[in-house]
């Protein structure tokens, strides 16, 4: 109880989960993709733009600058 866990079902059972954090270079965002990042998630944070440190200690994070609203051309980048 009180701790996120990703669904045990099937094929799918055996990989690691992915989530993409829109809004990740904001306080709430930064805060959802530390915390998926923490436990073991493949994490995915968009946003419009990033300040320089935001990636510190994000290694595992991919980092995705785009507009939304302008869509995203290429989609977004593979798992780690």
Not at 8 to 20: D, I, K, L, S
Not at 43 to 72: H, I, K, P
Request: charged content about 15%; overall charge positive.
């Amino acid at each position: 109880p009180g701790q996120l866990r990703p669904r045990q079902r099937g094929p799918a059972a055996m990989t690691t989960p992915h989530v993409v954090v829109t809004g990740a270079g904001g306080f709430v965002g930064r805060s959802l993709v530390r915390g998926f990042a923490a436990l073991g998630w493949q994490v995915s944070g968009v946003d419009r733009a990033f300040d320089a440190g935001w990636a510190a200690g994000l290694d595992s994070v991919a980092q995705v600058e785009a507009d939304l609203a302008a869509g995203m051309p290429g989609g977004l980048p593979p798992p780690h």
